[in-house]
């Protein structure tokens, strides 16, 4: 039941999911090993090709990619042609001829990993795209969820943040729908679309959103990068009406209830400082999960498989037409 | 001498067709009648069961030249027209130079006269390099022939400025064009707002960027006195907007809407399809059933395509990249056949209305019709035959439609300009 790519949550089905995170399981428990290298990857080639920055996904794919005994290979984006003008097609058409066996790539535009992905043998993990998708984030948060709930079904995670431009607010909720989790979104008005799912309660207040009883708040990153007008006046006001502050952390303690944020958090805004010793905050699980997850997403994927070529295409596209 | 035998003829007129044979004699329609006798040394043409009607034009087309002759060309554009059953077109001015003077009006029509087949008219633009701030040489671009003025592709963002073009080209029998966008609301990509920009996760144009533009043109055009002429309408409230103008009676508004709008939806963009990018951007279902009532009704006076042929090349980029636009011209008759006529959702009539009579009758030109006296500007077309639209057929220099690789119901079969008949199947 292996695929080529690993492109978006949405077309996963429920029992793949359940096989990546049992897979997951298993890969973890190396992590206690003295040598935490298996050779499952050994002489395939990882490429990482990230136009966006990311500290955090990329060394958690390098660092998963090695453990499989891969080979990782970083496509330098910022000095290799593309930012000359050359265009996507064409930056594929050398990927392709690299034969490399995965790429790992994140993109600004939404629906790039997919177009690469038709066109290249390889296995293409989206890192993230646009405001579309973050697979393997969404898998590593049902992770952690399940480490915490092992049957999550009914439980309730509350999503707080940008909902509009965030892809991992895209996954996770529609992952953890998958597993049977109910779903919930909070934000500013400007920021929670609504056009989202219709199975997805949307809530702009904070009280009538904790009045859901979610179990798990999960906060999103407040990305100023994104918007190109803005969407609440400043950080300052945005932490108070959405963050967690000193007195809504202590609610969230006597509820007993868990935190969760994809990283790297905005301190003050999101969080106030005190959540980094909360006891349920499970942030640096989330960044463990990370590489266990993706491990096994990329011993999942079988390179060459399914390629379907040029034929998905928009047409026209053919070399011979250029 | 052409003899076409027992053909069903449309007019504007007449949901009925009526079987006749026609004589074509020099170019001028010489007889018609049933079992008329067929002149001696006439090619005769079994025109059994096929629809002969006025050929059809088209008031919003892009050749892209000149600056972008990669993408089409006055010849293979107006080629492009001849295929789907087209003898006339109006030039969008969004070329580069954009026609914004005399000077470069006289250069495409030059043009056009040397290397099209078809009569090829072009609007202008509004304001210099349609940059929205300074007026474009309107009376000069109007002693070339040009009555259409637009900045097509954009909004011309100025009230003011476009108040005041719209007050002075008025005295001069001009009138106006209007590409309805906020581009602050719309944003940089063609794509509805709504569940699937959501899921694609692509910012989407509100419709609201769209009526609030239908809504101020016509209130400018009202305070100027002039007249103007919406394009492309994609939605169902920009739809109901033009309705109530129209219904008010005192303002002179015109509108079109493409075959696209009327036919697909955002969800066809499916995953990332290039093919279905264009601007203003394919919305919901409701919207498409709200133009078709439009059409019918009359908000919408005419059908054009708003054909914008881009390179392959361009369009085999990611979604958020490749531009606007698809080709329309080879797959217009027969799509708008294919979708609504055969299925009985509007007749012949309302098709040669809407694409034949009215953008001529926009345009200040004379209509041509299937009658004694006048000059033959006509289309067989095949309603039993398909048409595959595969690469090889379309004339286009460009082959950016969802239509690429289909099969649709009828076909262009003759297309007729006076003595010269410019397509045979
Ligand atoms: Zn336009």
């Known amino acids: 039941m292996a695929r080529k790519d690993l492109l978006d949550i949405a077309s996963l089905h429920r029992e793949e999911i359940e096989f990546l995170l049992d897979q997951s399981t298993s890969f973890k428990k190396l992590f206690t090993r003295s040598v935490k290298k298996i050779p499952a990857l050994e002489g395939k080639s990882v490429l990482m090709l990230f136009y966006e920055a990311s500290t955090r996904t990329h060394s958690s794919f390098e660092v998963a990619a090695k453990r499989l005994s891969a080979e990782v290979t970083n496509f330098d984006v910022d000095h290799s042609s593309i930012t000359k003008g050359e265009s996507v097609r064409e930056t594929i058409e050398t990927l392709q001829a690299m034969r490399t066996d995965y790429i790992v790539v994140r993109h600004g535009h939404s629906g790039l990993p997919g177009m690469i992905a038709r066109q290249t043998t390889a296995s293409v993990i989206n890192a993230g795209d646009g405001a579309h998708e973050h697979p393997t984030q969404a898998l590593l948060d049902a992770f952690t969820i399940k480490e915490k709930f092992p049957d999550p079904r009914g439980k309730k995670v509350l999503i707080i943040g940008d909902i509009l431009h965030s892809r991992v607010a895209r996954s996770t909720s529609t992952l953890l729908q998958k597993l049977g989790v109910e779903v919930a979104y909070l934000g500013p008005g400007s920021l929670v679309p609504k056009y989202g799912p219709a199975t997805i309660p949307r809530f702009t207040d904070y009280q009538a959103a904790m009045a859901w009883t979610p179990d798990i708040v999960y906060l999103l990153r407040v990305q100023m990068e994104r918007q190109d007008v803005q969407f609440f006046p400043n950080v300052r006001e945005y932490h108070r009406v959405y963050g967690i502050t000193n007195s809504r952390l202590a609610e969230i303690r006597d509820r007993g209830l868990y935190i969760m944020h994809p990283g790297p958090v905005n301190r003050g805004v999101e969080l106030c400082d005190a959540v980094m010793d909360y006891e349920r905050s499970l942030i640096t699980n989330q960044v463990e999960n990370g590489i266990s997850i993706r491990m096994a997403v990329l011993d999942w994927l079988t390179p060459g498989g399914n390629f379907r070529g040029r034929n998905r295409m928009p047409r026209g596209s053919e070399p011979t037409q250029r | 001498m052409l003899f076409l035998q027992n053909a069903r003829i449309a007019s504007e007129n007449s949901p009925v067709l009526l079987e006749s044979d026609v004589l074509i004699v020099e170019g001028i329609i010489q007889d018609i009648g049933s079992n008329l006798a067929i ?387």
């Open chain 2, 39 to 425: 002149p001696k040394g006439a090619r005769v043409i079994d025109a059994r069961g096929r629809v002969l009607m006025p050929a059809m034009f088209d008031a919003h087309v892009h050749f892209r030249a000149p600056g972008f002759e990669n993408k089409e060309t006055i010849t293979t554009g107006s080629e492009a027209a001849i295929n789907g059953g087209i003898t006339g077109v109006v030039m969008m001015p969004n070329t580069r130079p954009a026609l914004d003077s005399a000077t470069s009006v006289a250069t495409v029509l030059d043009n056009a006269k040397r290397k099209a087949r078809i009569p090829v008219y072009t609007s202008g633009c509004v304001t210099k390099d349609r940059q929205g701030k300074e007026l474009a040489e309107i009376e000069g671009m109007r002693t070339l022939g040009v009555k259409m003025l637009t900045d097509d592709g954009d909004t011309t963002s100025d009230p003011a400025v476009l108040l005041r073009a719209m007050q002075y080209a008025t005295e001069f029998g001009m009138f106006f064009a209007s590409h309805c966008e906020v581009p602050e609301l719309a944003g940089p990509r063609a794509l509805n707002e709504g569940v699937m920009s959501y899921r694609l996760g692509i910012k989407g144009s509100p419709t609201c960027a769209e009526e609030i533009i239908i809504d101020r043109d016509i209130r400018l055009a009202r305070a100027a006195g002039a007249h103007v002429h919406i394009q492309h309408v994609s939605s169902k409230l920009g739809m109901e907007t033009i309705r109530w103008w129209k219904s008010r009676g005192d303002v002179k508004v015109t509108a079109e809407v493409a075959p696209h709008h009327l036919m697909f939806t955002d969800e066809h963009i499916g995953d990332y399809d290039t093919n279905y990018k264009m601007n203003p951007p394919l919305r919901t279902q409701a919207d498409c059933d709200a133009l078709l009532e439009g059409l019918i009704e009359g908000v919408f006076d005419l059908i054009a395509t708003d054909h914008a042929p881009h390179t392959p090349f361009e369009k085999a980029q990611d979604f958020v990249t490749a531009p606007n636009g698809i080709t329309g011209l080879d797959t217009a008759l027969v799509s708008l056949y294919h979708h609504f006529v055969e299925p009985g959702k509007f007749g012949w009539d309302l098709v040669v209305k809407r694409y034949s009579a009215e953008p001529r009758r926009l345009m200040g030109l004379p209509v041509p019709t299937i009658e004694v006296g006048q000059q033959a500007e006509c289309v067989l077309f095949d309603t039993e035959a398909e048409t595959t639209f595969t690469r090889e057929f379309m004339k286009s220099k460009s082959q950016n439609t969802p239509f690429i690789d289909q099969t649709l119901k009828g076909r262009v079969d003759l297309v007729i300009l006076g003595p010269e008949i410019l397509l045979e199947r």
